[in-house]
């Protein structure tokens, strides 16, 4: 195991370092002067060669991506044309709008959107793996079709529908909810839990429909197998067959499916945030995006990309613990 860990963390430093070359070539060598984008339309040649000068976007493309690998690993120095402004690592650059660390803005917003994510998968995974299990154990009666029906019809609508139709029942018409607002854990989690109520909820709606199909495929599948068969024929009671063996190896697919989700959680929770008015990642990233701010939308996408690559090695690991057969090579 620590063997396999190590070689994961090696793979992930390779996959971080091939995935920053892309971004950064994609920003910052695309058509386009990011000087100009930092100072402003309106500034002179003049202005705009200072601030050239004062981000380094006069040096070799390679010092410049030197010197931001040199910021995520030690920190670097900025230039302020007054001054000098020290960037702690793992630094991401500064903001061309605000003049803040792109550290410090993805860290303000980090918990929303990670608050929403993980309690989103702790639903749409009971709800989905539940459905998927009742669905296959079930096979071939009225329950199977009946959650099938539901399944679908949970896939096929936008999660900004779910959204809009459970803050005008129970926020606008019941007034069972507040409408969501952000609270964070450690100033009041009963606050907080209420506040990302139906988030999580029309989240865990949308998301349960591909989990509870891939878990009733993946039983289905598991519960044909020799193994399972033999088991049977030695007297395994049902309960114990489907809970100890049929069960953990059909969740192998689910924890692949549930890592990606939930890394591309971070980044791409925009519409959800947007509509319940939550200031995560990716409110960030829609600002971030409509004023150019490069620095910020390179280090948003790079975090991004950070946790889809920690979740994916966390989810081999738990291959393992899920089901015994998955050799860690």
Known sequence: MTRFVLRRLIGMLVVLLALSVVIYAVFYLAPGDPAQLACGLKCSPAQVAQVREQLGLNEPVYLQYAHFLQGIVVGRDFSTGTGVLHC???CLGVSYKTGDQVTSLIASRLPVTASLALGAMVL???LGVGTGLLSALRRGRFTERALTTLTLAGNAVPVFIIGLLLLLLFCATLQWLPFPTY??????????FWGLLLPWVSLALIESAK???LTRSSMLETLAEDHIRTFRAYGVSERALVTRHALRGALTPVIALSALDL???FGSAVLTESLFGLPGLGKLLVYSVGVVDLPVVVGLVLV????VVLANALADVLYAVADRRVVLT
């Open 88 to 90: 702690h690592a793992p």
């Open 124 to 126: 749409w995974l009971a």
């Open 183 to 192: 609270v964070g854990l450690t100033q009041s989690p009963q606050q907080w």
């Open 211 to 213: 989990y509870a199909r």
């Open 263 to 265: 890394g591309t959680m």
């Open 304 to 307: 991004t990309g950070f946790c």
